[in-house]
C-alpha cells in the first residue's frame, strides 16, 4: 500500500481529532417549561411589563428575552430577542 492511501490508522487518528473538538454550544441546555413558551408567545406580539411574569429573569439569564426602556414613567418592559425568535421559528410560531 502507498503511503498516499489512508491507513486504519489515519482513520483512528481523524476521529479523536474531531471527537477532541469542543461541541459547538447551542442555545437551550434546557427545555424550557410550558410557562415559558406562553410568556415568548406572549412577547411575540408586543413587549409586556418586565414584571408581568415569574418567567422573565429565567428566559434573561438563557438570553431570550431582554428589557428596553419603555415610554411610561420609565418602567422597563421585556422583549425576544434574536435567540428568543428563533426558539419560536424552530416550533414554527415566528413571525
Request: charged share 20%.
Amino acid at each position: 500500500m502507498s503511503r498516499l492511501e489512508p491507513t486504519r490508522q489515519d482513520a483512528l487518528n481523524n476521529v479523536s481529532t474531531v471527537a477532541a473538538k469542543p461541541a459547538k454550544r447551542t442555545m437551550l441546555r434546557r427545555l424550557l417549561s410550558h410557562h415559558e413558551l406562553a410568556t415568548l408567545l406572549l412577547l411575540l406580539h408586543a413587549p409586556i411589563d418586565a414584571h408581568a411574569k415569574p418567567e422573565i429573569p429565567t428566559l434573561r439569564e438563557a438570553g431570550l428575552v431582554e428589557a428596553v426602556p419603555s415610554e411610561a414613567a420609565g418602567a422597563a418592559q421585556i422583549r425576544l430577542t434574536r435567540e428568543g425568535n428563533a426558539v419560536l421559528q424552530g416550533l414554527g410560531l415566528a413571525r
